[in-house]
Structures are given as C-alpha cells and as structure tokens.
Nanobody
C-alpha cells in the first residue's frame, strides 16, 4: 500500500510564496504514477477543505477550489513519486494543516470521501 507524507510547511508572512511536497513510499514509482491525487487543508474547528487535484501521468489535468483565485498550482515530478503545491501570495486565511491524498474515483472530485491514503499533514501558518 502507498504511504504519503507531506512536507514544506512553516511560518511565513502574508504575500510570501512556498512549495509543499507530497512524497510517496511503499510502492513503486510506476504504481504511484497511475493515481490521480489531491491537496486538502483543514483549519482548527473547521471541516477539511478541497484545495486542488491533478490527474495521473496519463492526464495531468489540474483543477482547483474557486476561492484560491489562481494563487496555487499543483504539479507532479516526472522522475520522483512526488506531488507539489506551489503557493503564491499567501494570506492569513491560508493558515491550516495541508494534506495530500490519492483520488479513488475517475471523475475530478472535490469530496473528501473520494480520496484515500491520507498523509499526516504539514502545518502552514501565515502571519499578517
């Protein structure tokens, strides 16, 4: 079974940029490349929220939450079992624990229930 681990979070200032990574282990690169994946975030006291998704390497189509207004971009490494979330012009409301997961349905879902193999999350804190 594939295990996912997020990294790259930290304390940043509003307006900064940072890149989060989601690395896979416990499976071959060729196996992980077959999965569509997604990023979610969860702030204290709130439900887990969809950030964006990306297709498998046969597709690589990306889609995002409307509220992000083009500030985030998802990509996948061509040679490593890694997915990235590039965050630009971050805002205090972006403060949350960010999670990556594997999508288990073929449609471009935004629902938590359609994802699996969640990582442990990485904390992003944005100061004003």
């Amino acid at each position: 079974q594939v295990q996912l681990a997020e990294s790259g979070g930290g304390l940043v200032q509003a307006g900064d940029s940072l890149r989060l990574s989601c690395s896979g282990s416990g499976g071959s690169l060729s196996t992980l490349r077959k999965y569509a994946m997604g990023w979610f975030r969860q702030a204290p006291g709130k439900e887990r929220e969809f950030v964006g998704g990306i297709g498998a390497f046969s597709d690589l189509t990306t889609y995002y939450a409307d509220s992000l207004q083009g500030r985030f971009a998802i990509s996948r490494d061509n040679g490593k079992p890694t997915m990235y979330l590039q965050m630009s012009n971050v805002r205090p409301e972006d403060t949350a624990v960010y999670y990556c997961a594997i999508r288990k349905v073929g449609v471009r879902s935004r629902a938590v229930v359609d994802f699996t193999s969640w990582g442990q999350g990485t904390q992003v804190t944005v100061s004003s």
